[in-house]
């Protein structure tokens, strides 16, 4: 097993806090819980998953996954925000957290200084999917629909405030259309409702809705970042398909509570990136778009998308449901 012992400089400052007996320890030297606020089945879950199994056999020490979902992800982030700070409560956390402050009216814990981040592991570019009862095949005869019938169209996401449910709104408010939002648990039971026919459209991540393409139990019109992706190459961008300036992408982060030490934070940085490069992994991963950043760069991501996600919100008109 891969143990990480501390400069004696933080030991002895452990020390002076009456602290020494816990951060002496080598890290990790116990399981870590790696708290997932969604249900299994969605991207946070299956590159959380994907990662922390492989940063396992590499420190043969286990990170437990543990799937706490609701309200969008709070219930499981207020669980962490209050656990100790030494490295054995992680949290695996999508853009969603960025941007519920902004949707609920008081939160448990403050997004920006209750919690460090890490690290990215993954990108998060939305699949705009339909369900096949729905009469359209491209971005423009989505938008002639709704226009004609506006609030016809069911749309579900994995909560409100959630990456799918602000791509839509975003999507509406540029093209001046209406569509009626049904908030999931989880990009899980999301995807499990429009393949059902119980809602008709979603923008769905590509762990969540691919298989289902395979089926074709879904058909895909576009995708939501400014660039075409290489699992669908012949799938246009949102901008390209008919509205010039769209462009929506989110992210898949790790998260531990604020205070946590440095050379923890340092250390499981250094693990999620080994994790991302290892040759074995490369291709597992590569549909989920593996995105690394240091510590320092994931903080200055995090202020950035919180004031993005702010604008966004209220420029959307997004309330809590």
Known sequence: MRTFNFPFFLTAAAFACGTFPAYAQPYPSKPVRVITPW???GLTDVVGR???QKISETTGQQFVVDNRPGASGVIGADLVAKSRPDGYVL????TTHVGNPH????????TLKDFVGIGLLSAQTGLLVVHPSLPVKSVKELIAF???????ILYASSGSGSFSHLAIALLTSMTKTQMTHVPYKGGGPATTA????????????PAAVVTQLEAKRLR?????ADTRLNQFPNTPTVAEAGVPGYEFRGWV?????????????????GEIKKAQTSPDMQARLEPFEPWYMTPEQTAARLKADYDKYGYLIKLTGTKLE
Not at 91 to 94: K, L, T
Not at 194 to 204: A, D, M, P, R
């Open 39 to 41: 249900p299994t089945g």
């Open 50 to 52: 994907l990662i922390f």
């Open 91 to 94: 949290m695996v956390h999508s």
């Open 103 to 110: 949707i609920y009216k008081q939160l448990p814990y403050d």
């Open 146 to 152: 709704a226009r004609a019938k506006p609030n016809e």
């Open 194 to 205: 429009i393949v059902s026919g119980e809602t008709q459209f979603l923008v769905g991540s």
């Open 220 to 224: 895909l019109i576009a995708v939501s």
């Open 253 to 269: 982060g790790v998260f531990a509570p604020a205070g946590t030490p440095k050379p923890i934070v340092d250390w499981v940085n």
